[in-house]
């Protein structure tokens, strides 16, 4: 299985920041690789796929980079609605694996 | 509407067996692989499963493999997960998951997740 070191765990953060969170693989996944974005009692939305594609409807101001091992998702101006949970995803090979996850908290 | 919505949770003892649904509608759900996952209370996000778009193709965590069967019925356009062997650490909600845009293995479709809570 491919192992996610995804960091920080904990992120606190200010209405109109820029946060940056890392997802690293055990192995290169090449760009394969999905961002999800979980509010507490929802299911996950997906952000990102192929490691930097927006999905449809998502804003502007999220963005993903990194292919092979090294992976990262920015969100350029935080803003009230961006507090919550973030997880990395890869699809190169099954067992599909997830990040362990990182809650952006209010400073 | 394109929907995912799980039913079939609830609570259940150690080694005993529950039935997960997942019912979709507004997609030709028979064209689709279709994929649970699962997250225990506070915890990430873990894959469990996949079957592809015929049903004659799966595979599986090992943590749930020889206990966990997936299934598809199309006809119906419904996903099941037959769990039997519960353990306490199988306590988690359950979300059905696919991929409308694409032929791989991420998801933008989820369904709202039903839980299900393995204790004496």
């Known amino acids: 299985a491919i192992w996610m070191t995804q960091s920080p765990s904990l992120l606190s953060a200010s209405t109109g920041d820029r946060v940056t969170i890392s997802c690293r693989m055990s192995?290169?996944?090449?760009?394969?690789l999905a961002w999800y974005q979980q509010k507490p009692g929802k299911a996950p939305e997906l952000l990102i796929y192929?490691?930097?594609t927006l999905q449809s409807g998502v804003p502007s101001r999220f963005s993903g980079s990194g292919s092979g091992t090294d992976f990262t998702l920015t969100i350029s101006c935080l803003q009230s609605e961006d507090f919550a949970t973030y997880y990395c995803?890869?699809?190169?090979?099954?067992?599909?694996?997830f990040g362990q996850g990182t809650k952006v908290e209010i400073k | 509407e394109v929907q995912l919505v799980e039913s079939g949770g609830g609570l259940v003892q150690p080694g005993g067996s529950l039935r997960l649904s997942c019912a979709a509608s507004?997609?030709?759900?028979?064209?689709?692989?279709m994929h649970w996952v699962r997250q225990a209370p506070g915890k990430g996000l873990v894959w469990v499963s996949r079957i592809n778009s015929d049903g004659s193709s799966t595979s599986y965590a090992d943590s749930v493999k020889g206990r966990f069967t997936i299934s598809r019925d199309n006809a119906k356009n419904t996903l099941y997960l037959q769990m039997n062997s519960l353990r306490a650490e199988d306590t988690a909600v359950y979300y059905c998951?696919?991929?409308?845009?694409?032929?791989?293995?991420?998801?933008?479709?989820w369904g709202r997740g039903t839980l299900v809570t393995v204790s004496s």
């Open positions: 507004g997609f030709t759900f028979s064209s689709y692989w």
């Open positions: 192929a490691a930097s």
């Open positions: 998951a696919t991929i409308l845009t694409g032929f791989l293995w991420y998801f933008d479709l």
């Open positions: 192995q290169g996944i090449s760009s394969y």
């Open positions: 995803q890869q699809y190169y090979s099954f067992p599909l694996t």
